[in-house]
């Protein structure tokens, strides 16, 4: 599968954003998804995912209750809504999928199958 992302931009703290993830290839929906973000000088960590069986969830403690993670299936997408962005979000963002892996199992890196390009998000104070 590839994956496309998209969205990224600059925007003011206490702003939001919203990603996009466009998958092509055949089986989307055996995919869990997730997103990953890396910042300069950082490792890439992760940050929220969503299971390809029940749609559950999965979030960094950073992140929740600002971002949600959502897919729709028959448009092969997965979204990233970012509310109340901080400095410290700034970040390329990468958006992930694995083939029938929980949304737990997504958070590891190594377990991911497949990976997109960045989107850059900057977030200004």
């Known amino acids: 599968v590839q994956l496309q992302a998209s969205g990224g931009g600059l925007v003011q703290a206490g702003g939001s954003l919203r990603l996009s993830c466009a998958a092509s290839g055949r089986s989307f929906s055996g995919y869990s998804m997730a997103w990953f973000r890396q910042a300069p000088g950082k490792e890439r960590e992760f940050v929220a995912a969503?299971?390809?069986?029940?749609?559950?969830?999965y979030y960094t403690d950073s992140v929740r209750g600002r971002f949600t993670i959502s897919r729709d299936n028959a448009k092969t997408a997965v979204y990233l809504q970012m509310n109340s962005l901080k400095p410290e979000d700034t970040a390329v963002y990468y958006c992930?999928?694995?083939?029938?892996?929980?949304?737990?199992?997504?958070?590891?890196?190594?377990?991911?199958?497949?990976w997109g390009q960045g989107t850059q998000v900057t977030v200004s104070s």
């Open positions: 992930a999928a694995g083939w029938k892996i929980t949304a737990q199992d997504m958070g590891v890196p190594y377990k991911v199958h497949y």
């Open positions: 969503i299971s390809w069986s029940s749609g559950s969830t």
